[in-house]
């Protein structure tokens, strides 16, 4: 009977349409740009931090070039923020307050546990500590990501995130 229940729910579940994304309540602090399926904000879909941290995200202690010692980023995985948005698999260009852009192949969503960080050792982060987000590799469970390749893919203060299919 149990089984029979949930069998039932998960067919619920599916044949639900995922509803639209709610607007922000608070204040934005990640845009996501391109052609999305939940925009919330014109074509845009716009998040506060309350939103965000409600997604799917994980918690990492690690060493990074750009901190001293050991420091706790968490915040929602960048896959999570993505779902939400409704974004279609494709690159992503990443734009950071100084007008740093970077490229990210959509594989890194996907395939790696990348944490758009909201929150510096417990602390949300503000603008002179790299925030309000910034996007965090999985360097605590992959040395192989402690590279130049991926330290370049790791821009703070982020701006907004344009999908490029």
Not at 38 to 45: I, L, Q
């Amino acid at each position: 009977m149990k089984r029979l229940l949930m069998t039932l729910a998960a067919c619920l579940f599916m044949a639900t349409p995922l509803m639209a994304l709610d607007a922000p309540q608070g204040a934005v602090i990640l845009t996501i740009k391109g052609p999305l399926a939940h925009p919330n904000s014109g074509a845009d879909a716009v998040f506060d931090l309350a939103m965000l941290e409600a997604l799917k995200g994980r918690s990492a202690t690690m060493e990074t070039p750009w901190t001293e010692g050991k420091v706790t980023f968490s915040g929602p995985l960048l896959r999570a923020v993505l779902e939400a948005a409704g974004a279609p698999a494709g690159a992503l260009k990443v734009h950071a307050l100084n007008d740093y852009t970077v490229v990210v192949p959509a594989d890194d969503a996907g395939s790696l546990d990348v944490i758009i960080a909201t929150r510096l050792n417990g602390k949300t982060m503000s603008v002179r500590d790299k925030g309000p987000t910034m996007l965090v590799y999985p360097f605590d469970l992959n040395p192989k990501l402690y590279t130049e390749i991926y330290f370049s893919r790791s821009v703070w203060q982020i701006k907004d995130i344009e999908i490029v299919p």
